[in-house]
């Protein structure tokens, strides 16, 4: 028999990659119409969210995207092994023995400090080239960055550095989508401080870029040339009170099938811990995902819809499956399409609510569902 036929398990990840499109459309759309010249920068770290880092970067890149921003260099490689050509920002920090790899994958490398540039610098004369860089700015978030107070200096510094070209300068917002914005424009005002700053110096630097899908959103002013859209291109808003763009839609769903009905009479229990006693006849589901897959370790919390219905979860969470109660859906039956994330007629389980259950936020969700489960890519 050939494996390459086994029948996928009866629980997986759908990956709609029609409305990853549309969503792709609906962004460039607002963008176009609030800032003509602001560009896009597509945010594919961790597999794109967990939707598949190789399918999502076709499609960013068919929807014209300046870059595409990463974290790791195998996500880098990854990329350019597939024959993605678009622009890759390369994020975070990197080891001097990266270095090499970013001139050769002809990556656009993020810096933090002057040492780094001076290591890229080397290794691009070696090659040949000049090595793209942006420097990062910490103006309040206090991870990777030159504290906006004493950059100036050091950003002096990296441009007298040769085989680099200083094409980009960022910082990143700590809290840009929740209603108080008192700590974003804090960060925005450093940021553009040290942009004046710098070019009372004669440092131009042409790319600027400090928002996030939030700050995307919500602070036009600090636009500036790019932004970095990451949560939002999937279809999901970062926080519950940012602004809202009609037509966006979640591209991800998680979806599973009935795998056995049992029958419980009143005193039966359900599940390790025995959490769940019930008292009065029911029918419970067996559905085959469990922790293992990613599905929060709840007791007794959330639901999954059947039938375009709620079932709730009773009992806990085991590695491979979840119990949820059909009693109201006495139509449901044994292999029945199961949505445990997703849209189910005029029901919805968005990841804000698995993430309340998981008492943890959306992007967790995303990107917590395991290999697996295997991702469904309709086309
Ligand atoms: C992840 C990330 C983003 C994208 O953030 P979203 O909220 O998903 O849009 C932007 N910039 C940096 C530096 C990031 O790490």
């Not at 990777?144 to 504290?147: D, T």
């Not at 469990?290 to 599905?295: E, K």
């Not at 997703?342 to 029901?347: A, N, P, V």
């Given at each position: 028999m050939l494996t390459s036929h086994l029948p996928l398990r009866p629980a997986w990840v759908e990956i709609d990659l029609d409305i990853l499109r549309m969503n792709y459309d609906v962004i460039n759309t607002d963008r176009a119409e609030r800032a003509p010249q602001l560009k896009l920068i597509s945010v594919l770290k961790d597999d794109a969210y967990g939707h598949g880092a190789v399918p999502v970067a076709r499609e960013a890149a068919k929807a014209g995207v300046s870059f595409i921003a990463l974290v790791t260099l195998q996500e880098a490689v990854t990329l350019r092994e597939a024959g993605i050509e678009t622009p890759i920002l390369l994020m975070g920090e990197r080891?001097?023995?990266?270095?090499?790899?970013?001139?050769?994958?002809n990556l656009t490398t993020v810096v933090n400090d002057v040492e780094t540039a001076r290591l890229l610098?080397?290794?691009?004369i070696k090659a040949g080239k000049r090595a793209p860089l942006h420097i990062k700015i910490n103006s309040g978030m206090s991870r990777?960055?030159?504290?906006w107070d004493q950059a100036a200096p050091v950003i002096q510094e990296i441009s007298r550095t040769p085989g680099i070209v200083i094409e980009g300068i960022l910082s990143h917002f700590a809290m840009s989508d929740e209603l108080d914005k008192t700590f974003a424009r804090k960060q925005l005002e450093?940021?553009?401080h040290l942009l004046a700053e710098l070019q009372k110096s004669g440092i131009d630097i042409p790319l600027r870029h400090i928002c996030n899908s939030g700050g995307f959103l919500d602070l036009s002013e600090a636009h500036f040339d790019l932004v970095r859209v990451g949560l939002l291109q999937f279809g999901v808003f970062p926080s519950q009170v940012c602004r809202r763009i009609p037509g966006i839609a979640p591209v991800m769903s998680v979806k599973s099938r009935i795998a056995f009905i049992q029958p419980l009479e009143v005193g039966d229990c359900v599940g390790y811990g025995m959490r769940y006693t019930a008292t009065s006849p029911r029918r419970i589901a067996v559905i085959p995902i469990?922790?293992?897959?990613?599905?929060p370790r709840v007791r007794n919390e959330g639901a999954v819809l059947i039938r375009g219905r709620r079932a709730p979860l009773v009992g806990g969470v085991s590695m491979d499956a979840i119990t949820v109660d059909i009693t109201d859906i006495p139509d449901a039956c044994r292999w029945d399409e199961v949505v445990i994330m997703?849209?189910?007629?005029?029901?919805e389980i968005t990841a804000h609510e698995v993430a309340q259950w998981k008492k943890s936020v959306s992007y967790d969700v995303l990107v917590s569902w395991r290999s697996r489960l295997p991702r469904v890519y309709k086309p």
């Open positions: 080891e001097p023995a990266e270095l090499p790899y970013c001139v050769d994958f610098g080397g290794f691009a990777f960055g030159l504290r450093r940021f553009m469990g922790y293992g897959d990613g599905f997703g849209r189910d007629g005029s029901d």
